[in-house]
């Protein structure tokens, strides 16, 4: 292991408790049966829902409607596949997989990109039986061109995030990570080309709540987190903001101030969806999804406090678009 590396794992230890960790059959299995396929220690691929509708011409996901990356070609993976700092009430992540921490579970960034991309053709492959298939799309899928780098756990406790990154661009790809800020060290470090950090609280209150942190001073660190990320200009921000109907979506100020502080180039206001394992939780049901109409209320809401607009809406993913 590198000294970058080795000082990565110690900053992380002084947050977060040590534990022995492997994947077990059972978790192995589990992770099989909800069709994610682990390509290392610690990594893993699935195939995204939209990318399977697209396949057969039924519908794309909201980040081509919003960005203009395909469906088709993209590709959503997870290098820390059973790691997170927070275990967050409306996460679709398998909840009999508990979040943990190690130094020794780590991939390198080559293999892991190169497992994953045939990973994804092979998922992929029973397609080409189905008769109401997009031969073209499905021809271009076998090359994928966009990593969502996010599917579960948290991508940056992966020490060597930014090789991976770079890796991906290699190939031409273009890379959208996913983070929950709990990691600010790496916030400043990593060049995708899309960085997306998770709002899910306006408060600190609210935040223990949602998010329920693993690791000490957890709020600190996810304002620490939004003060370098405003500084990323180099790079494109969205600050998502995940909506639980009576559970997230009071002090729209908090909101306000929080986004301030962040100063992204997009916001996204996406109701939270009662899939996975948030559908185990306590409180949470069809009725805390919110309606395309009461995203739109929100998202004028902020589009009022905080002088972003909204550009754009997805109905079936009950999300919204603001812009600077």
Known sequence: MTNENENFISSLRSHIPKVNFEITKEQQNLLAKHQYRIIGRNAGVKICLWTKRSLVDKGICYKEKFYGIKSHRCLQMSPSLMNCTYSCTFCWRLH?????????????????????????????????????????????????????????????????????????????????????????????????????????APDEETFKKICRPLIKDAWKMYNETLEIFSKRTDIKRVIRLTMIKDFNTHNIEGYAKLIEKA???????????????????????????????????????????????????KEESRVALLTR
């Open 96 to 200: 009999e997989l508990y979040p943990k921490i190690s130094d020794d579970i780590f991939d390198e960034p080559e293999e892991t990109v190169e497992k994953s991309i045939l990973t994804q053709r092979v998922l992929l492959s029973g397609f080409k039986g189905n008769k109401n298939i997009n031969m073209k799309k499905f021809e271009e899928s076998q090359n994928p061109n966009q990593v969502a780098i996010s599917l579960v756990g948290e991508p940056l406790l992966y020490s060597k995030i930014y090789d991976l990154i770079e890796e991906y661009k290699k190939r031409n790809f273009t890379t959208f990570v996913v983070s929950n800020g709990s990691v600010p060290e790496k916030i400043a470090e990593i060049r995708p080309t899309q960085l997306y950090i998770s709002m899910n």
């Open 263 to 313: 100063e992204p180039d997009f916001i996204e206001c996406k109701s939270f969806m009662f899939v996975g394992g948030s559908r185990h939780e306590e409180g949470l049901s069809l009725d805390k999804m919110l309606t395309m109409k009461e995203i739109l209320e929100f998202s004028e809401g902020l589009q009022k406090r905080t002088g972003y607009k909204i550009k754009d809406y």
